[in-house]
C-alpha cells in the first residue's frame, strides 16, 4: 500500500520563475492538503482539493495555486517566486467520509529553494 | 496569532528518562490532537492522537495528557532512546475543518546515549 509520495523531492528555482509540485495520495484517499515548512517551523496550511475543488485556504497569496486531478492526485504551483518561499512544502492526504480526526498522512515534502 | 503554542523549543534528556512536551491552544472549538514525529529530510508522521473526551492516551512508551480546562496537552514519552531523537510537533484540528491542521513550532529532542 503506498503512500503519500511527492515529485520532485529537491529542486532550485530563480526569483521571479514558477514551480510546480505533484503528490500522489495514499491508496483509497480522496482529499489532499498541501502544507509549507520553513527551517526550524511547523508546517503552515496552504489549502485543501477535495472532488477537485479548492474548499479550504490558508493565509497565503494568490501566487499559491493548485488543482486535484479525478485520481485524486494534485498538484501545487506557485509562481513568480520569492526568496522567502525557499521551504520543504508537504502533501497530505486523508478521506472525506468521517473527516474530522481522520489520520493524516504526509508525503516526505519537495524541498524548494529559491536563490 | 499563533493557535498552538509548544514548549519546550528543545529538548535534552538522557536515555531511559522522561521526555515530556507542552501545548496549549486556544481555539475552544478544536477537538482533535496529534502530535507528530519528524526524523531530518522526512514528512511528518503521526505518533499518538487524543480527542478531548479522554484526558490520557497511551501507546508503548508515548503517552499523551489532556486538560481540556486550561486548554492544554502534553506528550510523554517514557524510558527515552537515542532512536527518538527527533523534531516533535503538537497540532490541532476542529470538527469543522475538513482535517485541516494548525501545528505548533516544534520541539528538537535529543536523547543523549
Known amino acids: 500500500d503506498a503512500g503519500v509520495t511527492q515529485s520532485p523531492t529537491h529542486l532550485i528555482k530563480t526569483r521571479g520563475q514558477q514551480v510546480t509540485l505533484r503528490c500522489s495520495p495514499k491508496?483509497?484517499?480522496?482529499?489532499v492538503s498541501w502544507y509549507q515548512q520553513a527551517l526550524g517551523q511547523g508546517p503552515q496550511f496552504i489549502f485543501q482539493y477535495y472532488e477537485e475543488e479548492e474548499r479550504q485556504r490558508g493565509n497565503f497569496p494568490d501566487r499559491f495555486s493548485g488543482h486535484q486531478f479525478p485520481n485524486y492526485s494534485s498538484e501545487l504551483n506557485v509562481n513568480a517566486l520569492l526568496l522567502g518561499d525557499s521551504a520543504l512544502y508537504l502533501c497530505?492526504?486523508?478521506?472525506?467520509?468521517?473527516?474530522?480526526?481522520?489520520?493524516?498522512?504526509f508525503g516526505e515534502g519537495s524541498w524548494l529553494t529559491v536563490v | 496569532q499563533q493557535q498552538v503554542k509548544q514548549s519546550p523549543q528543545s529538548l535534552i534528556v538522557q536515555k531511559g528518562g522522561i521526555s515530556i512536551i507542552n501545548c496549549a491552544y486556544e481555539n475552544t472549538a478544536f477537538d482533535y490532537f496529534p502530535w507528530y514525529q519528524q526524523f531530518p529530510g522526512k514528512g511528518p508522521a503521526l505518533l499518538i492522537a487524543?480527542?478531548?473526551?479522554?484526558s490520557e492516551k497511551k501507546e508503548g512508551r508515548f503517552t499523551i495528557s489532556f486538560n481540556k480546562s486550561a486548554k492544554q496537552f502534553s506528550l510523554h514519552i517514557m524510558d527515552s532512546q537515542p532512536g527518538d531523537s527527533a523534531t516533535y510537533f503538537c497540532a490541532a484540528s476542529k470538527h469543522s475543518g475538513y482535517s485541516t491542521l494548525t501545528f505548533g513550532k516544534g520541539t528538537m529532542l535529543l536523547v543523549s546515549p
Open positions: 487524543i480527542r478531548p473526551d479522554v
Open positions: 491508496s483509497g484517499h480522496d482529499t
Open positions: 497530505a492526504s486523508s478521506l472525506e467520509q468521517g473527516s474530522a480526526g481522520n489520520t493524516i498522512y
